[in-house]
């Protein structure tokens, strides 16, 4: 992912998603394309038309901050968009040891032993590329049974896209696919020297259409908090939440951890912790566990 195709395109994608009406502008007529004209989003910023072009055909690659900031208000930016158009515009600026390009693997024993304490409580450690490096019992017992935990190491954007399965598991499974990509591209963005991330961005782009139809919508994810349906192949429908807890000392890597977004997925997650006292038995047959 060439560094100044990454700024255009994040910024093309953005202005195309802007409605005239949005900013409070006149529609002016039929578009040749969505979204506001580059006339429009330059005047919003307070740049000069030139400027912009150079900007969206990757000639320039270095704006200010203020340039940034500017751009982020004109395009009704979230936050999460600030920052990662941030991250493109000072990708020349990345400290070379945030991300380290080769991950060991080895998670330490005080997380490891934070993964243990949480007995009931699903939790797994990932790193950046979305790979379970870490998971204890619990998160064992709850998606052991989805095949999330098949291939090792386990990767869940993989699963998201590569394994049929999860067109099962995931209730929502367009929108997990999206948080998946858009939890990837943050990475890619900031981990800009990892070849690893590039290979995995180029290897789902050619095995999945949907990966490759996300991707290109230049979506951004920045989640700590959040939702999740599952129809288990075990107990049947769960909503769970989850939080994502930062390791600082580890920027690269966060632990996730689930809990009962209601009574009858608490009722559900305890059947399953509880499974060492008798065997699973899948949904039409066999057992789990």
Not at 13 to 38: C, D, H, I, K
Not at 73 to 97: F, I, K, W
Not at 244 to 262: F, I, K, M, N, T
């Amino acid at each position: 992912m060439p560094e100044r195709s990454e700024l255009a395109e994040f910024l093309r994608s953005r202005r195309e998603r802007v409605t005239p009406e949005a900013v409070g502008l006149p529609a002016g007529g039929r578009r040749r394309t969505p979204g506001l004209r580059r006339e429009e989003v330059a005047m919003l910023a307070g740049i000069s038309v030139d400027y912009l072009v150079r900007l969206e055909q990757g000639r320039e690659t270095n704006p200010s901050s203020d340039v940034l900031a500017a751009l982020a208000r004109a395009l009704r930016l979230e936050e999460s968009e600030r920052l990662h158009l941030g991250r493109l515009g000072t990708l020349g600026q990345r400290h070379p040891g945030l991300c380290p390009s080769v991950d060991d693997g080895d998670v330490r024993e005080g997380v490891l032993a934070v993964l243990d304490g949480l007995d009931r409580q699903p939790a797994f450690v990932m790193d950046v590329a979305s790979t379970v490096l870490a998971w204890n019992d619990a998160f064992e017992r709850l998606m052991g049974p989805t095949g999330v935990l098949d291939t090792r190491p386990p990767n869940l954007i993989r699963f998201t896209f590569l394994d049929d399965r999860s067109r099962t598991v995931f209730a929502d499974w367009e929108d997990v696919a999206r948080e998946q990509v858009g939890n990837l591209r943050q990475a890619a963005t900031t981990c800009t020297e990892d070849p690893a991330l590039t290979e995995m961005v180029g290897e789902l782009s050619l095995k999945s259409p949907d990966f490759a139809r996300l991707w290109a919508e230049h979506d951004v994810t920045q989640k700590t908090r959040g939702d999740k349906r599952l129809v288990h192949p075990v107990v049947g429908d769960l909503h769970l939440r989850f939080e994502v807890l930062l390791l600082p000392d580890s920027p690269q890597r966060r632990v996730v951890v689930y809990g009962p977004a209601d009574a009858a997925t608490a009722a559900g997650l305890d059947r399953l912790v509880d499974a060492t006292r008798a065997p699973l038995r899948l949904v039409g047959g066999g057992t789990a566990g």
